[in-house]
């Protein structure tokens, strides 16, 4: 690897299995000082582990979460120089089955969340006036829908 990320402190929110853990998996090779974060705690705390660094068990619809992760990351390391916000619920449900409970739990886990991520990581970054957020999304369905696809951006 290049070590582009070298001393760099990222925390990876949706970190436990699939997609965030690639990320974590590749930002340490990049060298990159991690927080792992994730609802998940068993499987959270195992890629942390495998990778040596802190977990947090992490609602991130929950502001109180966000900020315990930046937090963390800012005790662990100094300073939170990348967020990578990767958590996401993808509940297969047809609509008729869906409560309205069912739908908020997608909405405040995806977009929330998003808010939620960047609204924690920006106090830090604009006082070390640097810092990246990066989002992961589907485009699984952008323009059409099926069955069991019923709240899923």
Request: glycine share 8%; aromatic share 6%.
């Amino acid at each position: 690897m290049t070590g582009r990320l070298k001393d760099k402190v990222a925390l990876i929110i949706g970190a436990a299995r699939g997609i965030g853990k690639g990320i974590a998996l590749r930002f340490a090779d990049e060298g990159a000082r991690l927080v792992l974060a994730d609802s998940e705690a068993e499987a959270g705390q195992a890629s942390a582990d495998e990778l040596g660094v802190p977990f947090i068990r992490t609602d991130i619809s929950q502001m109180s979460d966000a900020e315990a992760a930046v937090a963390l990351s800012l005790k662990q390391h100094g300073r939170l120089d990348i967020i990578v916000q990767n958590a996401g619920i993808y509940p297969w449900q047809l609509i008729e089955n869906t409560s309205a409970d069912d739908w908020d739990r997608v909405m405040a886990v995806n977009l929330r969340g998003t808010f939620n991520a960047s609204r924690a990581a920006l106090v830090p970054m604009k006082a070390q006036r640097s810092g990246r957020m990066l989002y992961t999304s589907s485009i699984t369905r952008p323009h059409v829908t099926s069955p069991g696809h019923r709240n899923y951006f």
